[in-house]
């Protein structure tokens, strides 16, 4: 074996192994995404993160610089599980194997994204998410539905927000989990049973702000495909405004928050009164025009028959105009005077319709019908018993019982006839008397007319 000299060997000093090991792990990985828990957190005054990244099974070091975590959406903690784009390198001072973090996500959220866009881009690429298939909101439902929670938040954002702009229209509440494995179905049962029974115009899918996997179901394929099945306009009211989901995109349209949806689905009736007075305003406005150019007309037709000397068909003409402008004036101040009875009276009956006053009367009247049931089915069961009483000493006095028991018996032949004369039987003739108690069987010997 060959002797190697001292100027033979190739000796590396601890910098340069560090610095080929380093250059050796950079060139060799590139950016990989890297699953953990987070432990060892520290946050020194330069701005900078270390931390350890670890499984059950192999830990590693990691650093993220100032410049990278200063876009974190989140607060990282010990203990989190986390998703980081790193590259893979070694911190030659120390001689530690560490990962440099580009990026970091919560592990959760990062598969939930992933899985979100990938549903996205899928139901695009099959059109539901396409303009062609939005329903038109109706102007004014006659009811409206919402599928949300009926204890959350939303639901009573959306009901202040209708009693406000236009108490009239009924709203129909499908009850539904809004988080959690059960959500998504019971929406979708929903959303087939309003379809089904077609009881509203109009369907609001609603629940508040959350997490992403807060607002997972309404991210849920059999929901999406729910919505666009629905033959009923369906208006996407989930989380906060800066909250999307996949029933955003399929619905019909999507509003911002509830209380928006709610405000999308209604009109003001503030505006539909000031409509309606700017209506009569225009016909007050037409009717002084008509008036004016008939005037005019009439003015015109005068003077051309003064031209041709008329006199007394003028001043019949002037005494009908007189009679017509009086009658139009009427009609027009009684067409005014109807017109605005009939707007205090859609006024009036817009403010009877809140729904509290009406509730609040239905109630007392439920409690007094129920009290007055209750005193008649009394009086009424005293009434039955006192007639049933007096029915039953009616019916005992009447009864052949009572006149068996002063002695007296029912005779009848074998048919059960009962007998009256004597002749009604022939000697031999077996015949059987009834007592009070008892019967006796007797054989006729002989009969004697009375």
């Known amino acids: 074996m060959a002797t190697v000299t001292a100027a033979q060997r190739d000796v590396y000093t601890v910098s340069r192994l560090t610095a080929e090991a380093r250059d050796l792990l950079e060139a060799h990985f590139p950016l990989i995404w890297v699953e953990g828990e987070v432990s060892n957190l520290s946050r020194p005054a330069s701005g900078h993160l ?5 499984d059950p099974k192999a830990q590693v070091r990691c650093a993220m610089f ?29 001689g530690d194997f560490q990962l440099i973090v580009e990026e970091m996500e919560e ?38 539905g919402v599928i949300t929670s009926p204890t959350g938040a939303a639901i009573r954002d959306i009901l202040s927000v209708l009693g406000r702009r236009f108490p009239a229209v009924p709203v129909l509440v499908y009850p539904v989990a809004v988080q959690g494995a059960e959500a998504a ?140 402008a009086a009658r139009l004036q009427r009609a027009m101040r009684l067409a005014l005077h109807r017109r605005r009875q009939r707007l205090e009276t859609l006024e009036a009956r817009l403010h009877r319709f809140s729904p509290l006053p009406r509730l609040q009367h239905e109630r007392q009247r439920v409690e007094a019908l129920r009290h007055r049931l209750h005193q008649a089915l009394r009086q009424r069961l005293q009434q039955a018993r006192q007639r049933c009483s007096t029915l039953a000493r009616q019916l005992h006095t009447v009864s052949p019982l009572a006149t068996l028991d002063r002695g007296y018996a029912i005779v009848t032949d074998a048919q059960g006839h009962v007998l009256q004369c004597a002749t009604e039987v022939a000697p031999g003739t077996r015949v059987t008397a009834r007592l009070a108690r008892g019967r006796l069987h007797c054989l006729v010997e002989e009969t004697e007319d009375a």
């Open 50 to 54: 270390y931390f350890t990244l670890k």
């Open 107 to 144: 592990a959760g959220h990062g598969a939930l994204q992933r899985a979100f866009e990938a549903l996205k881009r899928r139901l695009a690429a099959e059109g539901l998410f396409a303009e062609a298939h939005k329903r038109p909101l109706p102007a004014l439902p006659r009811r409206i």
């Open 185 to 324: 179905p019971e929406i979708v049962a929903a959303l087939e049973r309003a379809n089904r029974r077609a009881e509203c115009d109009v369907l609001i899918l609603a629940r508040g702000g959350g997490s992403l996997e807060d607002l997972w179901a309404f991210n849920d394929e059999r929901v999406a495909r729910a919505i666009h099945a629905s033959r009923i306009p369906v208006v996407s009211a989930v989380g906060h405004e800066i909250d999307f989901t996949i029933a955003d995109f399929v619905a019909d349209r999507r509003a911002p928050t509830p209380s928006a949806a709610a405000e999308l689905v209604v009109p003001d009736r503030r505006a539909w009164l000031d409509r309606l007075r700017g209506l009569e305003a225009r016909l007050h406005q037409r009717l002084r025009d008509h008036l004016h150019r008939s005037t005019e007309r009439l003015a015109a037709l005068e003077a051309r028959l003064q031209r041709q000397h008329p006199g007394r068909r003028i001043r019949q003409h002037l005494q009908r105009l007189d009679e017509l």
């Open 66 to 94: 100032r410049n990278r975590n200063r876009h974190l959406g989140f607060r990282p903690e010990n203990g989190m599980q986390v998703l980081v784009r790193a590259g893979v390198s070694l911190y030659e001072a120390r």
